[in-house]
């Protein structure tokens, strides 16, 4: 049961992190493969401070991996931490379980 509540947990710190609408965007393009910071200062008209502030939660979230690009440490380079991303979809096909049967009878208390 502690396992099921870790998950839950987590997944609704995941959920949170998410529900910002210009982080879910900027995670939903980095599914797509490594972005560097002005690539997507420049496909969201976001400044470099306002990506970084949402990488960084990102990267809090452990969602993400960053790294300074071997050429010019003044680009940092980001991309989906795969491995957890697979985690995160296990825990997700558990707690939203298709197979699960939907209808069951109500345990009431008994009436006085």
Request: net charge negative; glycine share 4%.
């Amino acid at each position: 049961m502690e396992s099921i509540s870790t998950d839950l947990d987590y997944l609704s710190s995941v959920f949170k992190v998410l529900s910002d609408p210009t982080r879910l965007k900027l995670f939903s393009m980095l599914l797509n493969g490594v972005h560097c910071n002005c690539e997507l200062g420049s496909l969201t008209g976001l400044s470099n401070n306002l990506i970084s502030h949402h990488m960084h939660v990102l990267i809090n979230a452990e969602l993400i991996h960053s790294r300074r690009k071997p050429d010019d440490a003044r680009w940092i380079l980001y991309s989906v931490d795969h491995e957890k991303l697979g985690q995160l979809q296990q825990m997700l096909a558990v707690f939203i379980n298709p197979e699960i049967p939907s209808e069951r009878e109500p345990v009431c208390p008994p009436c006085k």
